[in-house]
């Protein structure tokens, strides 16, 4: 989809930077634009998977001793930090 997307708009005659944000944000993934990121210490973290129930996409991912944020696909909501029983997550800003 994403290839005949972009093969229709190569033929086009729309110069590619008429709307740059669109352009650009093409082939950006939602970490991309992310604000905050979520830390997991490895020895809060009791596998519960609440983080994982709670999580809006769907990003966590269930490693051997913990779980942990995909970090292309997290979008940085906090949402998991604030829903951890044993605050085993803080959101730390993302370097610019
Ligand atoms: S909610 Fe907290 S303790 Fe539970 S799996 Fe997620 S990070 Fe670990
Ligand atoms: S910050 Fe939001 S998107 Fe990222 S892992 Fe936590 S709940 Fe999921």
Request: net charge negative; charged share 30%; glycine share 6%.
């Amino acid at each position: 989809m994403k290839k005949r997307a972009r093969n229709m708009f190569d033929a086009s005659k729309i110069p590619d930077d008429l709307c740059p944000i669109a352009t650009e944000l093409f082939d950006m993934q939602v970490g991309d634009w992310r604000a905050k990121r979520p830390v997991v210490s490895r020895e809060r973290c009791v596998k519960c998977g609440i983080c994982w129930a709670f999580c809006p996409t769907q990003c966590i991912l269930d490693l051997e001793g913990w779980l942990e944020p995909d970090l292309k696909i997290c979008k940085g909501c906090g949402i998991c930090a604030e829903e951890c029983p044993h605050q085993a997550i803080v959101m730390i800003e993302e370097e610019v």
